[in-house]
């Protein structure tokens, strides 16, 4: 069959992205992993696990994360099909094009950040800027998904408030997951245990109480919108179902 022949529904497309959102998130839990089991340092080489070796030896902390780096060749093979597949769809959308591309960029950014941060000693800010990437990673998957099943419908605009409310939970949300990557860059988990690893000049229990508070606001914020997208958008029921699935 020729190549230019083959052609790709907007749903079958939509799985591929849900895909390539999935081992997104994922590889945030198992970076999580590698950082709460002390594992950050199991692998000291880069692109190798350690000078004269691709693969780690029979350890622990060393397969720990040894197999998130794995995961992240599944992740670069999840966000090049989203790029074809955006090529492949019918019809096709320049603007999948452009936010699958966005992926493809956001992974190669996050391996050559980990290789630096790996060869830092994991420097907490860097650590920190390679946390903040996967979540804006993660963003981008979420539009391309969520766009990528809008069948090219154009629903009518939500209500000024509840656009407002979303624009708002956004920001909030962003300084939650700031505060919250100050707070772990100051506090004990370093992500390994055996070398002396630098935190940041930062007193744990004052950023924990900034962190604290503004999560208090995120979920009074979230109750807010959830109330307006009832009252206001009955479409829009089910994603608030969803968003409170979440934040619960």
Do not use: K
């Amino acid at each position: 069959v020729p190549a230019q022949s083959f052609r790709l529904t907007p749903d079958a497309y939509r799985r591929i992205c849900g895909i390539a959102l999935t081992l997104l998130a994922v590889i945030v839990v198992t970076g999580a992993a590698v950082r709460l089991t002390g594992s950050g340092l199991g692998c000291s080489d880069w692109p190798t696990c350690e000078e004269d070796r691709f693969v780690p030896e029979a350890e622990f902390h060393g397969w720990v994360e040894f197999g998130n780096r794995l995961l992240t060749g599944l992740v670069s093979v999840a966000v090049v099909l989203a790029v074809l597949g955006s090529m492949a769809r019918s019809p096709r959308r320049p603007d999948l094009e452009r936010w699958s591309w966005g992926l493809v960029a956001g992974v190669v950014g996050q391996v050559l950040l980990g290789g630096i941060v790996v060869l830092s000693h994991l420097d907490p800010w860097l650590v920190l800027g390679h946390f903040g990437l996967s979540m804006v990673l993660v963003a981008n998957a979420v539009v391309l998904h969520h766009r990528a099943g809008d069948h090219d419908r154009r629903d009518d605009p939500a209500p000024t408030r509840v656009r407002r409310l979303t624009t708002l939970l956004v920001g909030l949300a962003t300084v939650v997951l700031a505060t919250g990557t100050l707070v772990t860059g100051a506090g004990p988990h370093a992500g390994s245990r055996d070398e002396p690893i630098a935190r940041l000049p930062i007193v744990v229990r004052e950023a924990a109480r900034v962190h604290g508070s503004t999560v208090v606001l995120l979920l009074f914020l979230v109750a807010v919108l959830a109330v307006a997208i009832h009252r206001d958008t009955p479409r829009l029921r089910p994603t608030t179902r969803l968003l409170m699935a979440v934040v619960a």
